[in-house]
Structures are given as structure tokens and as C-alpha cells.
């Protein structure tokens, strides 16, 4: 164990290499590909499909970690797997034995019920498998890393609306759009955290579309339009960091980039008119914000 390192729990080591204070903003994606794709939140598929999806990010953290390594012990000792609080094996077991798990609660849904939608939830959880797999490879020195991470959540939405149907509605596919392009701006800025300054500031250009869209949707209904302005004034909050660039600054834009992924959610469903989805989705924005103070999102 490197000097001075704190000793921790097993289970808050676990906890930190999952940065599950983001889940919350898993479980809202899940909401909203299922509405959007045209399914229920009572349908009884939903319990089971949260857990897949969990154990498929919670493993695209764990998997990370183990990629990165080599780098974190120069750049960020402290992290669990340089600072020996668990082992490089252990991390890697972990991470692929939840992808495989996820992956056959997908096949369980897909076949196990009598509605159940057959290898289309299978196919996409196996696409986002690969996707994760793919992005904690080659992320580090990939320009295009932002994009693949944005498949990950666009992922996500598609494995969400085919486990419930066998054909996704089109809000579904441009909801996904938006995420991807949502996701775009916030990893770029994500990928220059170690620095603590943003280079280039055109990617987050991409951050403007999902903003537009609320723009749109907010003539629809007064929730659309409360949503807009408090998912407009977040992502204008969480740039401010950038702007004034502190240290630390940078880390804070992200973390509350990620948290903000909920409120689109929650725009997307009420422009569905689904208010009520659209207020659990804001719950799950503020039940982040309340575990990044505990567990560190990044």
C-alpha cells in the first residue's frame, strides 16, 4: 500500500471504483427509455432491468479503473487500484462478471416472460457491453473517446425501449440524439479533469442541442417550461466552473454534468407528457447531487 494512504473499507473501496453517486442517473435513463420507447412504469420488467443496467455502469467504472491503471499510479496514486486497497485481478474479475450478469438478466427478460421482447434486449445489452469494453480500452489518447462514451448512454435508452417493445418509438431514437450529443460535451470536458483547464471549448457546442430541443419542448406545457429553466440554468451553472477556472474547477463542471443527465431525462419525459416520470427523473438529479458529497462521481 502506497505511504500514508488511508485505509478503507472493502465496501466503500467498492463504492468508489462504481462512482455509484451516479447511478441515479442510470436508473432515469432506464425511466425514460421505457417511456419514450411507449412502455409502462408498472411494468414488471422495470426491477429487473434497473439491476442490468446498474451492473453494467457500476462495471464500466470497475473496468476503467483497471485500464487505467498504469496511468492513475502517476497521475492519481490515490485511486483504489495504484493505492493497493484492492487488486488489479480482483477489479477486472468483478467488472466482467457484472457484464455477464447483466447480460443474462437481459436474456431473462427477453425470454422469461410472456410479453417478453426475445433477443432484442440481449443484442443491445451485449452492443453495450462491447461499447463500455471498448471505451475503457482506448479512451486515453482517442479523439473520438467523447463519442464513444456517448454510445454507452445512447445505449442504454435503445437496451431500455427493447426490453419493453419490440419496436422503439421515434422519441426514443431522438431522445437517444440528444443524450449522445449531451454526453459528447460532457466528456470532453471529463478527459482534461487531470489538467484542470479545457483547451478547446467548441465541443461543448454539443451541449447547445439538448438545450435547443428544451427550448422547443417548453411551449408544450408550464412543466416543460419549469424544466428548460432549471436544466438550462444547471449546464449554465456547471460551465461557469470552466469559466472562471480555480483549481478543481474543471472536476466540479463534470460532476455536475453528470448530474444534469437526469434533467434532460426529465425534459424529455415531460415533453412525452409523462409529468409524473418527469418528476421521479428530477429526484434522481437531486439524489446525485446528495451522493457526490458523500462518494466522488469522477
Not at 130 to 146: C, E, Q
Request: hydrophobic share 55%.
Amino acid at each position: 500500500m502506497a505511504e500514508g494512504t488511508l485505509v478503507r473499507s472493502p465496501w466503500s473501496v467498492a463504492l468508489r471504483l462504481g462512482r455509484v453517486s451516479n447511478l441515479p442517473t442510470v436508473w432515469t435513463n432506464v425511466l425514460a427509455g421505457v417511456v419514450l420507447a411507449g412502455g409502462w412504469l408498472s411494468d414488471p420488467r422495470l426491477p429487473i432491468l434497473l439491476v442490468a443496467l446498474s451492473l453494467s455502469y457500476i462495471a464500466g467504472m470497475y473496468l476503467n479503473d483497471w485500464f487505467d491503471r498504469g496511468i492513475d499510479g502517476k497521475q492519481r496514486p490515490e485511486r483504489p487500484i495504484p493505492s493497493g486497497q484492492v487488486s488489479a485481478n480482483t477489479v477486472f474479475a468483478a467488472g466482467m462478471g457484472m457484464l455477464t450478469v447483466s447480460i443474462v438478466l437481459l436474456a431473462w427478460i427477453g425470454y422469461g416472460y410472456a410479453q417478453g421482447t426475445g433477443w432484442r434486449p440481449v443484442l443491445a445489452g451485449i452492443a453495450l457491453a462491447a461499447t463500455i469494453v471498448f471505451y475503457d480500452w482506448r479512451h486515453k489518447g482517442n479523439p473520438l473517446s467523447p463519442v464513444v462514451m456517448g454510445f454507452c448512454r445512447f445505449l442504454v435508452y435503445v437496451t431500455a425501449g427493447y426490453a419493453v417493445v419490440e419496436a422503439s418509438a421515434t422519441p426514443l431514437w431522438w431522445a437517444a440524439f440528444l443524450l449522445l450529443c449531451y454526453l459528447i460535451g460532457l466528456t470532453y470536458i471529463a478527459k482534461q479533469e487531470t489538467l484542470d483547464v479545457v483547451r478547446n471549448l467548441w465541443p461543448l457546442g454539443f451541449l447547445g442541442l439538448p438545450i435547443i430541443y428544451a427550448a422547443i419542448a417548453a411551449t408544450q406545457s408550464l412543466a416543460s417550461a419549469l424544466l428548460f429553466g432549471v436544466f438550462t440554468a444547471w449546464v449554465a451553472f456547471a460551465l461557469n466552473y470552466l469559466r472562471r477556472r480555480r483549481p478543481g474547477d474543471v472536476p466540479r463542471a463534470v460532476v455536475s454534468l453528470i448530474a444534469g443527465i437526469s434533467l434532460l431525462d426529465a425534459v424529455f419525459l415531460s415533453a412525452a407528457g409523462a409529468v409524473g416520470a418527469a418528476g421521479v427523473a428530477v429526484l434522481g438529479f437531486l439524489l446525485t447531487l446528495a451522493l457526490q458529497r458523500f462518494i466522488a462521481g469522477t
